[in-house]
């Protein structure tokens, strides 16, 4: 069922005009003024003063001001109701609604953070779980709807543990969860029911985009709906890539995707579980966008890169860190070179599935990070050297901090050279 923008009728006192004003000020002064409407003149040339309606059994009125209730079918918003932040408009909605159940464990109840992907609301998992909602029906979701500017509405749960970090969505409202959402440039739209989109990971796309990759070879081990294959296609300007996914609904969108962005051309999509990936000596560069851990990864990422010249892994990993006592500065880290990219956000999408933590990142590269780093290198070096019988020679370029994953867990990208070492 769709959202209808249908105004919910409220209830009101009309009166004469010469008696308006002091039934006004009797109102306001026994707080029973609905203050989210404006006066309005009705049929008649009387005029109509929104009431509270859960409080309409405390009215009392003077006999003095002849007046008698009415349901207004078309309020209009008064100046302040305009104001409101959309938190506080889907709380005030809910409370008319529930009238005289409303109660403080509702209100803790009501969410005040979401995602917005269009004309779809994603609300959090926490968020409406009192026994009363389920009473109201489709009128709760309807009204949320309205109050948010929706026209559909999911709840998301926790991320099943099925091995494709597949999202527990719920839709409440709305016939499908297919959305479209922009992120430098890029077009991606998904199923929110059946794939993940983490806006969390906007800083590590908008410096992917900015990597010197033309006429390079990507293999993305784990592609997804393209959150990484796209921007090095459509910005970084890699010549193809070799996109590889094992869940079929994220390969759907993939490949509408690709389409969407003109790059369906330039992509060959693996369906299916990487680690029997059969590519080999074709790579410039992996991407193993993988966390907590793209370890088991790492043995086909050495196979796929040329063995004659080698590329760069940028490995994905979320790593554990103690706290920190300097003070932040700025969330790009670099071991040896790179430049900084910085991101903004509009504030509608409010926070993904995956910013659990607050914490803000230190300018400087933590002990936890570099060598978790090394260790990460040393381990890709004994892989090369034992795949190919030859030495090579493994570089730390950079450590990125992409975000704080949860309390003192960080997701970072290590940008890790791997290149053969010649015969002297």
């Given at each position: 069922m769709e959202a209808r923008d249908v105004p919910i009728p409220v209830p009101a006192l009309v009166t004469e005009p010469r008696f308006a004003q002091r039934l006004r000020e009797h109102l306001e002064e026994e707080q029973l003024l609905d203050g989210r409407y404006r006066l309005q003149e009705v049929p008649g040339g009387r005029v109509a003063l929104p009431v509270v309606e859960e409080k309409l059994s405390q009215l009392r009125l003077p006999q003095e001001i002849p007046c008698g209730l009415v349901q207004i079918q078309d309020p209009v918003p008064s100046r302040a109701a305009r104001r409101q932040t959309p938190a506080q408009k889907l709380q005030d909605e809910l409370r008319r609604l529930l009238g005289k159940s409303w109660s403080s464990e509702l209100e803790r109840d009501v969410p005040r953070a979401w995602q917005r992907h269009g004309d779809l609301v994603l609300l959090s998992e926490d968020c409406f779980r009192a026994a009363p909602w389920e009473k109201l029906g489709p009128a709760l979701w309807e009204t949320v709807a309205s109050a948010l500017g929706a026209r559909r509405l999911a709840r998301r749960g926790w991320v099943l543990p099925d091995g494709m970090r597949s999202p527990n969505v719920t839709l409440l409202l709305g016939q499908d969860g297919w959305v479209e959402h922009v992120d430098n440039g890029i077009r991606y739209t998904f199923d929110v029911t059946k794939c993940m989109f983490s806006p969390g990971n906007i800083t590590e796309k908008l410096r992917v985009a900015s990597l010197p990759c033309s006429g390079e070879v990507l293999v993305d081990l784990y592609a997804g709906i393209g959150y990484f294959t796209l921007p090095y296609l459509v910005h970084a300007a890699a010549a193809f890539a070799h996109a590889c996914e094992w869940n079929g609904h994220a390969v759907e969108a993939l490949r509408r995707n690709l389409a969407l962005n003109g790059v369906q051309d330039r992509c060959h999509i693996h369906y299916g579980d990487s680690r029997q990936l059969e590519l080999r000596d074709v790579a410039d560069r992996?991407?193993?966008?993988?966390?907590?851990?793209?370890?088991?990864?790492?043995?086909?990422?050495?196979r796929v890169l040329k063995k004659g010249t080698g590329g760069v892994l940028h490995i994905h990993h979320n790593v554990?860190?103690?706290?920190?006592?300097?003070?932040?500065?700025?969330?790009?880290?670099?071991?040896?070179?790179?430049?900084?990219?910085?991101?903004?956000?509009?504030?509608?999408?409010?926070?993904?599935?995956?910013?659990?933590?607050?914490?803000?990142?230190?300018?400087?590269?933590?002990?936890?990070?570099?060598?978790?780093?090394?260790?990460?290198?040393?381990?890709?070096?004994?892989?090369?050297?034992?795949?190919?019988?030859?030495?090579?020679?493994t570089s730390i370029l950079r450590i990125e901090a992409v975000k704080s994953y949860a309390p003192h867990v960080h997701h970072l990208v290590l940008d890790l050279e791997c290149r053969p070492m010649l015969p002297t």
């Open positions: 992996v991407n193993l966008g993988l966390i907590p851990s793209s370890e088991e990864g790492w043995p086909v990422a050495c554990e860190t103690g706290p920190s006592p300097a003070p932040p500065q700025t969330a790009v880290l670099q071991a040896e070179q790179g430049s900084l990219e910085g991101a903004g956000s509009d504030g509608e999408v409010q926070h993904s599935a995956e910013d659990g933590g607050k914490e803000t990142l230190g300018a400087r590269i933590r002990p936890e990070w570099q060598r978790w780093a090394e260790a990460a290198a040393a381990r890709v070096r004994g892989l090369l050297v034992e795949l190919h019988g030859q030495p090579w020679r």
